[in-house]
Each structure stands twice: as structure tokens, then as C-alpha cells.
């Protein structure tokens, strides 16, 4: 496997696989990786003759009172995890790199290109973390730019992000296609996460709820129930019913609009949140009605 952390020799590398009619797949991660990112590897692999990862901890989708300085950085692992799953090069580049103007996390002091999708950011996952988007499609447009790939390989576990840059990648017209593999998740149901890592054994059990609470809802979906109060409530409940751990939002919404739903219709619905266990914040969803 390569390790490139210069943009000019990866395009050394490209051209060379462009001129032997390769096809490259990438799988953007902030590293720290895990058997949920090595599903995503597998897909790229099964689907590309190439395949790049890139391990880059990006401090744009990061407030200043989030945990960028915390977030944890395994890159000599992340690199030997590569390796042995085939994987065949790493782009580790370092922050001047990505934002050759600089960067801070007060977005008023920021200098550059930024990009922002409009109409799909703000809720959700951006209620609550109102940059977050913006960093994210401005480091994967930059990624994307470098790497030039013919398909990106995306976890559902984070599905807004997913529906913010399939529309990143239609309206700027970017030559490549996103494809979202379902959702990694352990034996007792916790999906796989970086952040995982912060829990200890006993926040580690309580965490299962959430998934529990999503699961429930989804029965009683294919159950035939399509009204908002119903579904919410009996994933509400499950949650809440565990003091151990703080709900922060559900929604129920469209997989494409990220319209808030009262009714769920024939394109189905996205049943999404986050979920508070001690400090450690956990996303988790389930798709109803539809799949990618």
C-alpha cells in the first residue's frame, strides 16, 4: 500500500491508473478506524479495481466547544488496518495542506472556499451543530478534487450527511457517483463508531437502547403504522424509560427533502437521533419504507 501525504505525488499515481483504465473507489474517514469503516473498504473493493482511504481529522466540521483536540488519532494503527485489508493507498495530509488559507473554528474569522448545501443542513443533525455541514462538504469537495475518484463510499449511520452530499455531488455536477453501505453494527445492536471508545463497560450496555428504542419503531412500521406520534413515541419511550442516558432529538423525516414528516408516504422515512450516555454522544437511524 502507498501513504501519500503530498496531493502531487498522489496525482502521480492517479494518472498512472487512469492511463491503465483503473477505477477508484474512496472511502473518506477521520481515521481511528474500525471494522464500520473496513465495511465500507470491502464494498469499495468489491465494486473498484482501486481503492483509496484518506485519514484526515478535519477541523472545519468541529466548533470551538467540540472535542477536535480530543478526538482520538491512531494513524500508525489506522495505516496497518489498511494494509492488511487490501486496501491500496492512504492519503494522510496534513491541515496546511487541506486549507492553504489557514483555518480556525470561529466561523467569522474563517478565510477561503467554503461550501455549504442549503435546505438540508440546517436540521437534524445541524440544529444542533449548525457548521458541521459546511465543514463537511467543504473537506469533501476538496478530498474529491484530489483523489478524483468514480465512486465514494459513505456509512448510513451518518444518513444526513449522506443526503447533504448526494446533493452537493448533483448540483455542483461532480463526476462521480456516492454509494451508502447499511450500517455496521455490533452484536448487541450498538453501531459502530469512533466515539464508542469513550464508553466505559457499563455505559457501553445502556447504549444498546438506542438501537432497541429505532428497532421498535421500525416493527411497528412494518406493521402497517404511518403516523408520526405513534412511531416517535414508542422510540421516545424506550429511551427515556433508561435514566442512564439523555435523548436529544428524534426525527422523523423524507430521505431526500429531510422534510419533517407527519405522515409517512410512499417514499418512506428517515427515523434519526442523538442520544447523550455520560459525555459521549451517539447518532444512530433506521431507514423505513425505503433503502439505498
Known amino acids: ?3 501519500f501525504h503530498e496531493i502531487s505525488e498522489y496525482k502521480k499515481t492517479w494518472a498512472q491508473w487512469k492511463k491503465d483504465g483503473e477505477t477508484i473507489g474512496f472511502v473518506p474517514t477521520m481515521g481511528c478506524l474500525h471494522d464500520g469503516h473496513m465495511s465500507l473498504v470491502k464494498a469499495a473493493k468489491k465494486q473498484c479495481t482501486k481503492v483509496v482511504v484518506s485519514v484526515f481529522v478535519n477541523p472545519s466540521q468541529f466548533s470551538p466547544d467540540e472535542d477536535y483536540d480530543a478526538y482520538p488519532r491512531t494513524v500508525d494503527n489506522d495505516i496497518e488496518l489498511l494494509k492488511k485489508n487490501g486496501v491500496d493507498a492512504a492519503f494522510v ?4 495542506t487541506m486549507y492553504p488559507s489557514g483555518i480556525t473554528m470561529d466561523v467569522e474569522k474563517q478565510e477561503g472556499a467554503f461550501v455549504e448545501v442549503l435546505g438540508v443542513s440546517h436540521q437534524m443533525e445541524g440544529k444542533f451543530r449548525p457548521h458541521f455541514f459546511r465543514g463537511v462538504c467543504t473537506v469533501v469537495s476538496k478530498l474529491f478534487n484530489i483523489v478524483q475518484p468514480d465512486k465514494a463510499f459513505f456509512g448510513q449511520k451518518d ?8 446533493r452537493m455531488v448533483r448540483d ?4 462521480l457517483e456516492i454509494v451508502i453501505v447499511p450500517i455496521y453494527r455490533q452484536e448487541d445492536g450498538l453501531a459502530m463508531s469512533s466515539r464508542n471508545r469513550y464508553l466505559s463497560e457499563e455505559q457501553r450496555k445502556t447504549s444498546c437502547v438506542f438501537s432497541q428504542a429505532l428497532l421498535k419503531a421500525k416493527e411497528l412500521f412494518d406493521q402497517g403504522v404511518r403516523d408520526r406520534e405513534s412511531i416517535i413515541k414508542v422510540a421516545t419511550d424506550i429511551i427515556e424509560a433508561n435514566k442512564n ?6 426525527s422523523l423525516a423524507h430521505p ?3 422534510e419533517e414528516l407527519d405522515t409517512i408516504g ?3 422515512a428517515i427515523l434519526s437521533g442523538a442520544m447523550y450516555v455520560g459525555t459521549t454522544r451517539l447518532i444512530d437511524n433506521v431507514t423505513l419504507g425505503f433503502s439505498f
Open 1 to 3: 500500500m502507498q501513504v
Open 245 to 250: 442516558v439523555r435523548l436529544e432529538y428524534l
Open 256 to 258: 431526500t427533502t429531510l
Open 266 to 268: 410512499e417514499d418512506g
Open 93 to 96: 495530509p496534513s491541515v496546511n
Open 159 to 166: 444518513i444526513q450527511q449522506t443526503v447533504v452530499l448526494r
Open 172 to 175: 455542483l455536477f461532480m463526476p
